[in-house]
């Protein structure tokens, strides 16, 4: 880099509003331009994504912007609610030329989808959807994959519906580690605008993605990754849509929750999935889970700690969140210990976890449960040298209530 101070655009990224939606707009720009190979009658064989600099996302080719992204999820009808960030979006010029083209992106349907044309000549035009100018916060997913299957069909490729949620999993998760990325940049002293502005991700990346054998659907990065997706569904198409029903320390919890899983590296988020349902052997999560999960954040009147996984804590005690749901009934309790105390033996990442966190809240329970668990996959190093490398076989594990674990927590 020269002595000469770049003058770079500011970036966004010190917000989380609407990212996840935000993401998921660029990657559906993104893959449409891969399919088509085109733009404005120009061939792009090569493009570059850049994230939160220059706009809330912008494309860049050959060194200059050929189009500008603003993205806005507020559920408003009116025009002119966005009537300050249309005009923010006319007054872009980092990189563009005569013939960049400005857009603006809106969840809603709006009461007037004209262009805006600014003083000096610069036009904002609301983006297509198809025939509609808007997309809903539930609908973005579905464009994805229907975009991803357009895609692989233009280029003759295998094509199945397992294979489509890899690719639309895989390729969001590529979005998030670059945003991540830009972030430990931040961390680490680079200006939020120097990062953001500087990397940029090459449609090379999502074409490679795209275009590659499918991954083994047992693998369990696969599952941790497919679960982080169906988090942010819920999260954005439900949550974010009916705040009405939360009170403020709820909404923070939620949100708080949230962005951490979503930072989540692989390992980390490979426990994240197995908390969830430590007991289900498959350990496939569905949305009904993650819905259970979150309403068991938002019983807890405490604020989560977020370091390892999100959960509680009360002098040496840490209590884990979780979707479990214990039926009624001698029998059913029985059958849960038993499969979860498989699971545990078999597992190295559960046992680990739950050894730590031995204090399980569940979404449902009649009474609390304790479990006497063994695993030969737990180490504890001791300082004495015969003992140097001892296996704990057996640790005591707990099942409780969000009334119990409320009350454990306010005790004085």
């Known amino acids: 880099m020269s002595n000469i101070e770049e003058t770079l655009p500011g970036s966004a990224i010190s917000s989380w509003g609407g990212f996840v939606y935000q993401g998921k707009v660029a990657l559906y720009h993104c893959l449409k331009l891969l399919t088509e190979k085109s733009f404005q009658q120009r061939i792009i064989d090569n493009f570059e994504l850049q994230l939160d600099s220059t706009d809330d996302f912008a494309i860049y080719c050959d060194g200059k912007v050929i189009s500008t992204h603003q993205v806005k999820a507020k559920l408003s009808q009116y ?244 979707a479990l749901e214990i039926r009624d009934g001698r029998r059913r309790n029985t059958s849960f210990q038993e499969d979860l105390k498989k699971h545990i033996r078999d597992n190295a990442t559960l046992a680990s976890l739950l050894y730590e966190y031995n204090n399980i809240i569940a979404y449902k329970v009649s009474d609390d449960t304790i479990i006497s668990a063994t695993s030969e996959k737990i180490t504890k190093i001791n300082d004495s040298k015969e003992n140097k490398n001892h296996i704990v076989r057996e640790f005591n594990l707990r099942v409780i209530s969000t009334d119990k674990a409320e009350a454990e927590l306010n005790a004085k």
């Not at 992106?105 to 000549?121: C, I, M, P, Q, R």
């Not at 997309?135 to 464009?143: F, H, M, T, V």
């Not at 991954?215 to 974010?240: G, W």
């Not at 979150?294 to 999100?310: E, R, W, Y």
Request: charge should be negative; glycine fraction near 2%.
């Open 79 to 322: 025009r002119s609610e966005y009537v300050k960030a249309i005009y923010k979006a006319a007054c872009i010029t980092t990189d563009c030329d005569e013939n960049t083209i400005r857009y603006f992106h809106v969840a809603k349907e709006l009461d007037n989808f004209e262009n805006y044309t600014s003083n000096d000549g610069k036009i904002v035009e609301f983006y297509g959807y198809g025939d509609i100018k808007y997309c809903l916060l539930s609908k973005i997913n579905e464009l994805i994959d229907e975009q991803i299957e357009l895609f692989l069909d233009t280029n003759n490729l295998i094509k199945t519906k397992n294979l489509i949620i890899e690719k639309s999993t895989l390729l969001s998760e590529l979005i998030t580690n670059k945003v991540i990325v830009i972030h430990n940049l931040v961390h680490n002293g680079q200006t939020q605008d120097y990062a953001a502005y500087h990397n940029r991700m090459a449609s090379s990346v999502f074409w490679e993605l795209l275009i590659s054998p499918p991954l083994n659907r047992a693998d369990e990065i696969y599952q941790a990754l497919l679960t982080k997706e169906k988090i942010t569904t819920v999260i954005e198409s439900e949550f974010y849509n009916d705040l009405d029903h939360f009170n403020e320390k709820q909404i923070e919890s939620i949100s708080n929750v949230f962005r951490f899983i979503y930072s989540l590296n692989d390992s980390s988020a490979i426990q994240m999935h197995t908390s969830l349902q430590p007991h289900r052997e498959n350990n496939v999560i569905n949305k009904d889970d993650i819905r259970d999960y979150f309403d068991v954040i938002s019983a807890i009147s405490h604020i989560p700690k977020l370091l390892g996984l999100p959960h509680y804590s009360k002098k040496i005690n840490k209590y884990l969140p979780t």
